[in-house]
């Protein structure tokens, strides 16, 4: 039980205090005269001690409900504590052109979009994010664990316009680390894939990653593509693939993470997978199912006994209130 407003249980010992000084310390008393004690004592008995004690004692019993009935107890049902993994991710897709290519089906964007999706499914009170990038970078969907609305936002992400077309992943890197920077999260990823080099941008790649590891952000690379030299991109003709493996797999090392190579959807499914199992942040969360208020209870049946004490002491007892 929890109390909204618990200053008023403060009273309660004042309150206990008063009583016990009033016991013990301070007695009225009356006389009166009769032909003989004895007489009266046997017509009375205990039963006058009985009584006031009785109608005192519900008295102060109605005063202590109706001052824990001020106090707002509230009772809330605790499910259980359990243990999620939380992290703060930002997902960074390549979105140029090349990203049509479908040695991938139906096509690698859309194969990399399936596979995140996926990964996003298996995460659970994470705060995940998405950038696209090709000559610059776009912020799709801000950190949020509405994955909804992520997804939502996953299935409109498209191949860059020709005029920002390119491959900037230093300047990519950046704007993740950006998003990153300032999170209280104890664990940050970037999970950035491309398909191709980096050939645009005033940021290098290397030295993005290290100002990723300043903040702790580790960053987990995909190069995405077949072995092929060459691949068809349909209405833009055929593209050379040129993923720079051995940058992707310096800026995964210079942050302690790890590189990966997709030529294929199974293979790019099982990437993710892999991520999702290295990187956990384990924090223990209570699960409160509802608040119940029971103040109205206490009040009810305080008044109901301050009733009742009033009433026994003004007729039965014949007293006048």
């Known amino acids: 039980m929890e109390f909204l407003n618990p200053n008023f249980l403060i009273i309660i010992p004042l309150f206990m205090v008063l009583v016990i000084v009033k016991i013990f310390f301070y007695k009225k008393t009356s006389s009166v005269q009769v032909s ?10 205990n039963q006058g001690k009985i009584k006031v004690f009785f109608i005192n004692a519900l008295f102060i019993v109605a005063l202590l409900l109706i001052i824990v009935g001020f106090a707002r107890p509230q009772i ?13 991710i930002v997902l960074v897709l390549d979105t140029s052109s090349s990203m049509l290519a479908e040695d991938f089906k139906p096509n690698r964007l859309e194969a990399v979009k399936d596979a995140a999706k996926e990964f996003i499914k298996n ?5 995940i994010g998405l950038l696209v990038f090709g000559k610059d970078t776009f912020i799709q969907c801000p950190l949020t664990i509405d994955y909804s609305v992520l997804n939502n936002l996953l299935s409109e992400v498209t191949v860059m316009e020709p005029k920002y077309d390119g491959t900037a992943i230093g300047v990519a890197i950046a704007n993740g680390v950006n998003r990153l920077r300032n999170s209280d999260s104890e664990s940050k990823v970037i999970i950035l894939l491309s398909d191709g080099s980096n050939n645009v941008g ?7 990653a290290k100002i990723a590891k300043e903040y702790n952000i580790k960053v987990y690379t995909i190069g995405a593509g077949t072995n092929q030299s060459i691949t068809q991109i349909p209405g ?21 993470a790890k590189y990966f190579r997709a030529t294929d959807k199974k293979s790019l499914s ?4 892999e991520i999702d199992n290295l990187e956990k942040s384990e924090i223990t969360v209570s699960y409160f199912s509802s608040y119940q208020e029971v103040y109205i209870w206490f009040l009810i049946i305080g008044f109901f006994f301050l009733i009742i004490s009033e009433v026994l002491r003004a007729y039965y007892f014949r007293k006048v209130i």
């Open 36 to 45: 003989s004690f004895n007489s009266l004592k046997n017509f009375f008995g």
């Open 76 to 88: 809330s049902s605790l499910d259980k504590d359990i243990t999620v993994e939380v992290i703060d």
């Open 123 to 127: 995460r659970s009170g994470d705060r």
């Open 202 to 208: 005033s940021i290098d790649p290397i030295s993005a």
């Open 236 to 256: 833009r003709g055929f593209v050379r693939n040129e993923i720079d493996e051995d940058t992707l797999k310096g800026i995964a090392e210079v942050t302690n």
């Open 270 to 273: 099982g990437i993710y997978r």
